[in-house]
């Protein structure tokens, strides 16, 4: 029994280092993890009532990021949104698009992207191809985004900062976001643009 336990230890051993080597070799593949720093950041969006744009956004909203541009197989964008806090500045509006006529925020109520890949289309220019999900309709969904650039943040310590601008639209009826009457897109729009303001602080 000494013996088999004397030689079970170097395996025991070795088999610890070899998934210690492998857990570190998961971190140092991920890319650098952001913070979107919510007071200078924002998810906007604007759709057409009759021939008008109208603006609205959404107040709430989580992303975990990870992004490097020298290590995109390491990025990743996750991106949920809370239905129940959009905002148009019109609180009878806001309430109508929550029901099931619109995008029915009882039932489904968050709006979802998570990237797959995210791939360079230029020298500041990237795309993160994905899912968006609205409702109960889960598609593919290219965001593209510009890095504006990176620097150490002047009034934190061991922290950087960089800008991100994403823009990017869909179409509202192939998510189910309309019903009935509300399909018809002479008054509401079918296109919704879409525009990201994101500042992240990274610490690491």
Known sequence: ????????????????????????NDNDDRAT????DRAHSAINFTINHFFTPVDGNFDDYS???HFDPENLEG?????????????TR??????????????????????????SEIVR????????RGEL?????????????????????PMRENTRV???????ELMRNDFGVGTGDWRATAVVGNRVNIQLNLELLATN
Do not use: C
């Open 90 to 115: 019109n609180d009878r509006r806001d309430d109508h698009l929550k029901t099931d006529d619109f995008f029915n925020a009882d039932r489904w109520p968050e709006i979802r992207f998570v990237s």
């Open 75 to 87: 990025s990743h964008i996750d991106v949920t949104i809370p239905v129940a806090s959009v905002n």
């Open 33 to 36: 993890a952001w913070e979107v």
């Open 162 to 168: 960089a800008g991100i601008v994403a823009s990017a």
């Open 133 to 153: 999900t609205i409702r109960d309709v889960t598609l593919d969904f290219d965001l593209p985004f510009e890095l504006l650039g990176v620097m150490d943040h």
């Open 1 to 24: 029994m000494l013996k088999r336990t004397l030689t079970l230890i170097p395996a025991i051993a070795l088999l610890f280092f070899a998934s210690a080597f492998a857990i570190e």
């Open 121 to 128: 289309d230029g020298e500041s220019n990237f795309i993160a």
């Open 63 to 65: 992303a975990e990021v």
